[in-house]
């Protein structure tokens, strides 16, 4: 994979470059913009709306464009670029069909707070509301999934709008903003003067946090018997996992991490209990019911998380540290509320934060829970179990891999058996929960990260959802290493088919999916396959062996489930623990 950033310009000689103020269109402000935003590259697909914008990328040998073979592609390597880099993930799509086929990648990354700028270009200012060729609305139709949008209506606004978008998308709650350029807009022609300076009136994020309630917070600890913190995604949004370790040393908490807060924590301490909720561990959901004090910390409560409410953490304080303030009391009424950015709250903590009173005792505790009920599963040398196979790839990449996966089984396998040593190496579709979404962001994480190994798991039902970007990892040699779980169902839905509704299977066979092996290599990419352990052993090593991108099909046992297990309507203690129980 050729590494473009080596010949990229800084912001700064970009901006020395266009000091002098000059008349473009507004197609040459759009690109300029993006560049003095620091963005590294975009990924899109062209069409009749913005073909100014693409004609304007013709020999901008500063600008750096991935031509992705779907708009939903795009989107989600963007997403997965973001959350792995830390910056804001950028896509570019046309008017219409372009644009509306990026609503679940907005949905996606909106869900999960994600920084991106979604660009659409649509029909010229002239025809907007005639039900013109290619029109859609689509600043209308994702006013609920953005955290902001702009319908430029005057390239004077541009440099402005395009400035206040990457401030707006990872200021605050992080989220995607859409501008929707239409195409006279993208031609018409002004005076270029780069922005700088940024004043939204009625945003302004708080992100210190009062200290007279982080105070409440630490006497709490103090007076605790039995706390637990519960660490989610605004820690590794923040970069506040040092200040998390930290913060667990000194008071000896122990800490579960929900399913987007992997890494945010590692998951080699001794004091981390493993993922909570429907499909979390024995020990995490135990303790959660048992805690005294539960101190959130950057997630939000999320219904597989809590499962039925009632009977949630039903002995404890609840502290809910979140920049959101919407998100605090909305699911779970909140005791300590904690409004501001976790890294400086937890900065602020740590100057005084003690011991918790009681730490060994509570640690002797979790411990034992630990040691009674771990991770485990019925091993064979006769099928291929999904679980080794995902102990496999975490024991040859050494848990160093950025981790992308789809949705589904293979998913909580993966959270539940990879472990984690680093914030933003997990990247998974959490709250929409969107298939298709694990190989093309693992496809903007190796964008992020050229020389670190990023490895795809999906399902062998999200993989063909967009499959067809494989033609870019060939034609770019982008390293992915994609591992398929194939067990030839919806293997999730299956499960819950099996469990739920009685064994009643409804529309879930597979069975007439594709030869992955043949499919990568008509793409140009290797593929490999593995029916038992040995073959397992040997491709996915040739494949992390080759320098460019690799697929390897993993065929599993059809009928193996996911415990433990929460079933709706029940409390987070109330697990289905399997065929090990």
């Not at 709650?173 to 501008?179: F, M, S, T, Y």
């Not at 959130?296 to 999320?302: M, P, Q, S, T, W």
């Not at 962001?441 to 190994?453: E, Y």
């Not at 297990?565 to 029940?570: I, R």
Request: hydrophobic share 40%.
């Amino acid at each position: 994979m050729s590494s473009h950033r080596t010949a990229m310009r800084s912001k700064e000689e970009l901006r020395q470059k266009w000091m002098q103020p000059e008349v473009i269109t507004g197609s040459d402000i759009l690109l300029r913009s993006l560049l003095l935003e620091g963005v590294e590259c975009v990924f899109g697909y062209p069409g009749g709306a913005v073909l100014y914008i693409y004609d304007a990328m013709h020999g901008c040998e500063d600008f750096h464009h991935v031509l992705t073979r779907h708009e939903q592609g795009a989107i989600h390597a963007a997403d997965g670029y973001a959350r792995a880099s830390g910056k804001v993930g950028v896509c570019i799509a046309t008017s219409g069909p372009g644009a509306t086929n990026l609503v679940t990648g907005i949905a996606t990354a909106y869900m999960d707070s994600v920084p991106l700028v979604v660009i659409t270009g649509n029909v010229a200012t002239t025809l907007i509301g005639t039900d013109a060729f290619q029109e859609a609305d689509i600043t209308g139709i994702t006013m609920p999934i953005t955290k902001h949008s702009y319908l430029v209506r005057d390239v004077k606004d541009l440099p402005r709008v395009i400035h206040e978008a990457f401030h707006i998308a990872n200021t605050g709650r992080k989220g995607p903003v859409l501008i929707d350029i239409p195409k006279d807009v993208s031609a018409a022609k002004t005076l270029f003067e780069p922005v700088s300076t940024v004043n939204i009136r009625g945003y302004n994020p708080n992100v210190q946090p009062n200290k007279y309630q982080v105070d409440k917070m630490l006497k709490a600890i103090e007076e605790s018997k039995s706390p637990v913190i519960l660490a989610g995604a605004g820690v590794i949004h923040s970069g506040a996992h040092e200040e998390l370790y930290e913060f667990v040393s000194k008071t000896q908490i122990p800490v579960t991490t929900t399913l987007l807060g992997l890494g945010g924590f590692p998951s080699g301490h001794d004091l981390w209990m493993g993922m909570p909720g429907m499909h979390g561990t024995y020990t995490a959901n135990n303790a959660i019911q048992q805690a005294d004090l539960l101190i959130n910390i950057g997630a939000r409560f999320d219904d597989r998380v809590t499962m039925k409410l009632e009977g949630f953490a039903p002995h404890a304080k609840i502290v809910h540290i979140d920049i959101d303030p919407a998100e605090i009391g909305k699911n779970v009424p909140t005791d300590i509320p904690i409004v501001g950015d976790i890294r400086t709250t937890l900065e602020l903590a740590n100057k005084t934060a003690a011991r918790a009173n009681h730490a060994d005792e509570w640690r002797v505790r979790i411990m034992q829970m630990k040691a009674d009920k771990p991770l485990r599963f019925i091993d064979s040398d006769e099928e291929l179990k999904p679980q080794w196979v995902i102990q496999l790839i975490n024991d040859t990449t050494k848990g160093e891999a950025i981790v992308t996966t789809d949705v589904g089984q293979h998913q909580m396998w993966s959270a539940q058996y990879y472990r984690f040593n680093h914030p933003r190496s997990w990247i998974t579709s959490g709250g929409l929960g969107t298939m298709g979404f694990g190989f093309p962001s693992a496809i903007g994480a190796q964008m992020a990260f050229p020389d670190r190994t990023v490895v795809s798991i999906n399902g062998d039902g999200g993989m063909q959802m967009c499959a067809q970007e494989l033609a870019i990892c060939a034609i770019n040699n982008i390293p992915v290493k994609v591992a398929i779980i194939n067990n030839r169902v919806l293997g999730m839905v299956r499960q819950w088919q099996e469990i739920i509704y009685d064994n009643r299977y409804s529309h879930i066979d597979l069975a007439g999916s594709p030869d992955f092996v043949k499919l990568a290599e008509a793409y140009g990419v290797r593929g490999f396959r593995a029916t038992n352990k040995e073959e397992a052993e040997q491709a996915w090593q040739e494949a992390l062996n080759t320098p460019g991108p690799a697929v390897v099909e993993f065929v599993v046992r059809k009928h193996e489930n996911v415990y433990p297990m929460v079933t709706q309507g029940c409390t987070i203690d109330q697990m289905i623990m399997g065929d090990c129980e």
